[in-house]
């Protein structure tokens, strides 16, 4: 190619780029037909590399205006993107673009099963292998919008985005959106074991001490889609997950506190775990607070989780030593459905015990409420 004309397609793309940095000028541009000729400058290689940066930064702009994002899209966009990521002289801000337009689009309900398909999905590991910050950020919320749509989960984790998510850990904002794309990936059961051996725990760990609310609430839930696979959940409380969670189950935000008592309890269900989990100094008093103070959810899965771990006597005295008899006929009598029944078998439980039956009965609970067969 002549290199004279690649810098006068360089210049057009920054001339263009220049003019979309102004909110102002950026919905009448899009009916300006710009996507069809940047694209055809990204797949053949036209101009310099800085221009065929500034064409994506065309489509970085124009993916601002949310009513243009689902056309944006249709006029192929994204095989010019790809393809520029591809070349071995792609520059920095070529990839903060191309995540920035990944992620925009990705918004869009309806477009995130189209992109996956489109094959953003190596492209955005390149951008969370590569990238800059803007662009590791921009990479995971793309990630995370995907993974949002249900069809896209198991296909998405066997990309190996998972390993490439843990590059991402470089702010906030960014761990959030690995938080959150973990948890998603991590709801289908044959993705659990696999994001397991991704060694993804002792980021969660990590994650669950974040100030922000939603990654708290984010790695908390990643936690219990992982938990609810059994074969992991000895794994699970040997990597530190218990100690991770107590703190989560006094968090002054209730949907951290919901997503912490379920993956308390999906680690205590395992019958091997019991034991050691009420040895873990704080998990009493934790999952007996979450039971206190928690929302109708946490109230529900910490009654759940206390009765799981009343399948061991010696758990039982030290649980109601810490309080938990009057807490748990709180939930009888007004918690959830689920709630209730986990409260209900607990007391009954409990009544096993000659000694702990009479502070059952103190409380004015009767036979029949609790169904227990035995003598009262």
């Not at 609430?217 to 218990?242: C, H, N, Q, T």
């Amino acid at each position: 190619a002549n290199p004279k004309f690649n810098f006068v397609i360089t210049d057009i793309c920054t001339i263009f780029l220049s003019m979309l940095a102004t909110e102002i000028c950026r919905i009448p541009m899009t009916k300006m037909g710009l996507v069809e000729p940047m694209t055809r400058v990204l797949l053949k290689g036209g101009g310099t590399p800085d221009g065929r940066a500034d064409a994506i930064g065309v489509f970085r702009n124009l993916s601002l205006v949310k009513e243009f994002r689902p056309q944006l899209f249709k006029q192929d966009c994204i095989p010019g993107i790809i393809a520029e990521l591809q070349r071995n002289d792609c520059v920095a801000f070529a990839l903060e673009d191309s995540a920035v337009v990944f992620s925009n689009l990705s918004l869009v309900a309806e477009l995130r099963v189209p992109l996956f398909r489109a094959g953003i999905t190596y492209p955005a590991i390149r951008c969370l292998k590569n990238g800059n910050d803007v662009a590791k950020q921009f990479a995971a919320a793309a990630v995370r919008n995907m993974s949002v749509s249900e069809g896209n989960r198991i296909p998405l984790f066997n990309t190996g985005v998972t390993a490439a998510l843990k590059e991402a850990i470089t702010s906030e904002k960014a761990c959030e959106h690995v938080a959150a794309a973990l948890w998603n990936m991590g709801l289908p059961e044959v993705n659990r074991v696999g994001i397991y051996k991704q060694g993804v725990v002792p980021m969660l760990i990590k994650l669950t001490t974040y100030y922000t609310p939603a990654t708290r609430e984010y790695s908390a839930g990643a936690m219990r889609a992982l938990g609810a696979s059994d074969e992991l959940r000895r794994d699970l409380l040997k990597d530190g997950v218990i100690e991770a969670l107590i703190p989560l189950l006094r968090d002054e935000n209730g949907r951290v506190q919901n997503e912490a008592s379920a993956a308390f309890w999906n680690v205590c269900a395992k019958k091997e775990n019991k034991a050691s989990v009420v040895s873990k100094p704080g998990a009493i008093s934790g999952i007996i607070y979450s039971l206190g103070y928690g929302g109708d959810f946490a109230k529900e899965y910490s009654a759940g989780a206390i009765n799981s771990l009343f399948d061991l006597d010696s758990n039982k005295t030290l649980i109601v030593d810490n309080g938990a008899i009057p807490l748990l006929v709180f939930v009888l009598r007004n918690g959830t459905s689920n709630g209730k029944k986990s409260a209900s078998s607990a007391l009954s439980r409990i009544c096993s015990i000659p000694s702990l039956k009479a502070k059952v009965k103190s409380e004015g609970v009767t036979a029949s409420e609790i169904s227990f067969t035995g003598s009262w």
